[in-house]
């Protein structure tokens, strides 16, 4: 018996039950639980399963060194091609050599399958399969997979693990790993992190200045996209706004690119009073320059006068999709969505996207309401009288200086954003209000539930219906993303109880664009007629005919300029300029 369990490993493998085992359980020389135990063994070790003692531990990666930067390329990607060319500007601002990679397709997506585990969310399948991608045509360039783990590096952003967005940094390693990349270094940025996430000596310092230039990025990739998605479907010259969205974002990253980084004279950190306080005086400089916001202000200028030579004509009616859903599936612009927006747009649509400077928001509006839910929690029932009172004291001040320090990140994030949208004449859309999409969503989804976009997508469809800025509300969503199939389910009882809300969920994934577009098709053909209603309400209560303000609009060219400000009171954009014209002509004749 012991000399066939110890030859039991020479058999071939995926030969099935070995035959000495089966020979010996024949004769009786071994019973069938040792027979169990050895196959059991044998297969552990034949397939690497051999279980792990102790606890799991994260894998140690070799990190990369400040020393390594010359040398290395930060890879990046997941967002539109205008976050990603300003993140890149920034980092090339701050010295590094970047790249991003291309707009995830359907061939990235069965990428990620072949070499991810199953089950996982689209953007999963998506962003890592785009990433091996782009290292396997490296590879076909002539690099060796040697050099191109010592060369590359990829950045991502992290998350707190609701959902399974939580778990990306695991799959990643593992689908490079299946893909022949082991050890190829992953990067990541944590949601909950604060604005200094650097490390000593670390390649990819992710300090003050690097988190303020990526969400100044994020700011004006919001505005010019924003602008972008307002003109193009009323643009007179097919092509104008793309090529306009095209220069302005090339002017933006040229300009960011060759800003200077503020830092203190070098002679300044050898004085005996700022030796040990020049980091912190740095801060408070750069966060000046961050509120006064001059050079970004007269950048967006020189955007909006590339903007300015657009013509359109806003008398084309065109139904208001206001998109919402999963932040990444929201958010990009392939086929991880099946190119969705484009399709809206053909299909005669004006489509309001979801920015992603909000999202910034939002986490800071949850860690918050998490601090508060906290305090004095660290107060136990041991402490009793005086003792008591002076822990409850302490813990109240901890949290107090916690939650001004995040109130006060609050407002002058949105006071960033607010100002550079001015520049625009405050026609992309308003930095949300955290609390009042808090209030209005609470009674039907808990916004202490965290994970993927949270109460947010009920909150959106709630408050772009009621306040009349759409008339059809778009979820968009990976297939079998938890969070999301949690919100579809509390949608049903909000379109109950809001019966004029037009409201479409779709789950997208590498397969199934025919049937989502002709979903999407149909539904958009009820906000069609209601664009179309809206139109003609506005033209009987202004009393004028659609021949009227086109005359008008030959007579005053300033009323094909991109940026008119228009009323409020209309999802609709052409009968919003309607009533402005009306308007112009009332106070024409008195």
């Given at each position: 018996?012991h000399?066939?369990v110890r030859n039991?490993g020479?058999?071939?493998e995926?030969d099935?039950?070995?035959?000495?085992?089966l020979?010996?359980l024949?004769?009786?020389?071994?019973?069938?639980e040792e027979?169990l135990r050895?196959e059991?063994?044998?297969?552990?070790?034949e397939?690497?399963?051999?279980?792990?003692?102790?606890?799991w531990?994260?894998?140690?990666?070799?990190p990369?060194?400040?020393?390594?930067?010359?040398h290395?390329?930060?890879?990046?990607?997941?967002l539109?091609?205008?976050h990603?060319?300003l993140?890149?500007?920034?980092l090339h601002?701050?010295?590094y050599?970047?790249?991003?990679?291309?707009?995830?397709?359907?061939?990235g997506?069965?990428t990620?399958k072949?070499?991810?585990?199953n089950g996982l969310?689209?953007?999963?399948?998506?962003?890592?399969g785009?990433l091996?991608?782009?290292?396997?045509n490296?590879?076909?360039?002539?690099l060796s997979?040697?050099?191109?783990?010592?060369?590359?590096?990829?950045?991502?952003a992290g998350?707190?693990?609701?959902?399974?967005?939580?778990?990306?940094?695991?799959?990643?390693?593992?689908?490079?790993?299946?893909?022949g990349f082991e050890?190829?270094?992953?990067?990541?940025?944590q949601q909950?992190?604060?604005?200094d996430?650097s490390?000593?000596?670390a390649?990819?310092?992710?300090?003050?200045d690097?988190?303020?230039g990526i969400i100044?990025?994020?700011?004006?990739?919001?505005?010019l996209n924003?602008?972008a998605?307002?003109?193009?479907?009323y643009?007179?010259?097919?092509?104008?706004?793309n090529?306009a969205?095209?220069?302005?974002?090339?002017?933006?990253?040229?300009?960011?690119?060759?800003?200077?980084?503020?830092?203190?004279p070098?002679?300044w950190?050898?004085?005996?009073?700022l030796?040990?306080?020049y980091?912190r005086?740095e801060?408070?400089?750069?966060f000046m320059?961050?509120?006064?916001a001059?050079?970004?202000?007269?950048?967006m200028?020189?955007?909006?006068?590339?903007?300015?030579q657009?013509?359109?004509?806003?008398?084309?009616?065109?139904?208001?999709?206001?998109i919402?859903?999963?932040?990444?599936a929201?958010?990009?612009?392939?086929d991880?969505?099946?190119?969705m927006f484009?399709?809206?747009?053909?299909?005669?649509?004006?489509?309001?996207?979801?920015?992603?400077?909000p999202?910034?928001m939002?986490l800071?509006h949850q860690?918050?309401?998490?601090?508060?839910?906290r305090?004095?929690?660290?107060?136990?029932d041991e402490h009793?009288g005086?003792?008591?009172?002076?822990?409850?004291?302490r813990s109240?001040?901890?949290?107090?200086r916690?939650w001004s320090i995040?109130?006060l990140a609050?407002?002058?994030?949105?006071?960033s954003?607010n100002?550079l949208?001015?520049?625009?004449?405050n026609?992309?859309?308003?930095?949300?209000?955290?609390y009042?999409?808090?209030?209005?969503?609470h009674p039907?989804?808990?916004?202490?539930?965290?994970?993927?976009?949270?109460h947010?997508?009920?909150a959106?469809?709630?408050?772009y219906?009621?306040?009349?800025?759409?008339?059809?509300?778009?979820?968009?969503k990976?297939?079998?993303?938890?969070?999301?199939?949690q919100?579809?389910?509390v949608?049903t009882a909000?379109?109950?109880?809001y019966?004029?809300i037009i409201?479409?969920?779709?789950?997208t994934?590498?397969?199934?664009e025919?049937?989502?577009?002709?979903?999407?098709?149909m539904t958009?053909?009820?906000?069609r007629?209601?664009?179309?209603?809206?139109?003609?309400?506005?033209?009987?209560?202004?009393?004028v005919?659609?021949?009227?303000?086109?005359?008008e609009m030959?007579?005053?060219?300033?009323?094909?300029?991109?940026?008119?400000?228009?009323?409020?009171?209309?999802?609709?954009?052409?009968?919003?300029?309607v009533?402005?014209?009306?308007?112009l002509?009332?106070?024409?004749?008195?």
């Amino acid at each position: 018996m012991h000399d066939t369990v110890r030859n039991a490993g020479t058999h071939q493998e995926g030969d099935g039950i070995d035959p000495r085992v089966l020979a010996a359980l024949r004769d009786g020389s071994m019973s069938i639980e040792e027979a169990l135990r050895h196959e059991r063994g044998r297969l552990e070790r034949e397939f690497g399963l051999t279980p792990r003692k102790g606890h799991w531990t994260r894998p140690e990666e070799r990190p990369f060194l400040r020393s390594e930067r010359a040398h290395t390329t930060v890879l990046f990607g997941g967002l539109t091609w205008k976050h990603e060319r300003l993140i890149q500007a920034n980092l090339h601002r701050l010295g590094y050599a970047t790249d991003y990679l291309p707009a995830p397709d359907t061939t990235g997506f069965e990428t990620g399958k072949e070499f991810c585990n199953n089950g996982l969310c689209n953007p999963t399948y998506f962003t890592v399969g785009t990433l091996i991608k782009y290292l396997q045509n490296l590879e076909k360039e002539g690099l060796s997979r040697d050099e191109i783990i010592e060369r590359y590096v990829f950045f991502t952003a992290g998350a707190c693990g609701p959902c399974r967005f939580g778990m990306y940094e695991s799959e990643y390693r593992l689908a490079l790993r299946n893909a022949g990349f082991e050890g190829f270094r992953i990067l990541i940025l944590q949601q909950q992190g604060g604005l200094d996430q650097s490390a000593e000596n670390a390649g990819l310092e992710m300090n003050l200045d690097f988190t303020l230039g990526i969400i100044n990025a994020f700011i004006i990739a919001d505005l010019l996209n924003d602008m972008a998605y307002r003109l193009r479907p009323y643009e007179l010259e097919a092509g104008s706004t793309n090529r306009a969205l095209k220069r302005a974002m090339e002017h933006a990253a040229s300009r960011i690119e060759r800003a200077p980084v503020l830092a203190l004279p070098p002679r300044w950190r050898r004085l005996p009073l700022l030796r040990h306080q020049y980091r912190r005086i740095e801060n408070i400089a750069k966060f000046m320059q961050q509120l006064r916001a001059r050079d970004l202000k007269a950048l967006m200028h020189e955007c909006r006068d590339i903007f300015s030579q657009v013509r359109v004509d806003r008398l084309r009616v065109r139904p208001m999709v206001k998109i919402t859903g999963e932040f990444w599936a929201q958010t990009t612009e392939g086929d991880g969505n099946f190119r969705m927006f484009d399709f809206l747009e053909q299909e005669g649509a004006e489509v309001m996207i979801e920015p992603i400077a909000p999202w910034l928001m939002y986490l800071l509006h949850q860690e918050k309401q998490a601090m508060r839910d906290r305090r004095f929690l660290d107060v136990t029932d041991e402490h009793t009288g005086l003792r008591r009172a002076s822990g409850m004291l302490r813990s109240f001040l901890r949290y107090a200086r916690k939650w001004s320090i995040l109130t006060l990140a609050e407002k002058l994030y949105a006071r960033s954003y607010n100002k550079l949208r001015r520049v625009f004449r405050n026609i992309p859309q308003a930095m949300p209000d955290q609390y009042h999409f808090q209030k209005i969503a609470h009674p039907y989804y808990n916004s202490r539930i965290e994970g993927g976009e949270g109460h947010l997508e009920v909150a959106k469809n709630i408050y772009y219906a009621r306040e009349r800025l759409s008339h059809m509300v778009l979820s968009l969503k990976p297939f079998g993303c938890l969070p999301s199939t949690q919100s579809d389910g509390v949608q049903t009882a909000v379109v109950a109880h809001y019966e004029d809300i037009i409201y479409l969920p779709i789950e997208t994934s590498g397969e199934g664009e025919i049937n989502a577009q002709s979903r999407v098709q149909m539904t958009l053909n009820d906000a069609r007629e209601r664009a179309h209603d809206e139109f003609r309400t506005a033209l009987h209560r202004c009393r004028v005919t659609e021949e009227d303000i086109r005359k008008e609009m030959e007579y005053h060219g300033e009323l094909l300029d991109p940026f008119l400000r228009l009323p409020e009171g209309n999802a609709g954009t052409a009968a919003r300029f309607v009533r402005h014209v009306a308007q112009l002509r009332r106070q024409g004749r008195n």
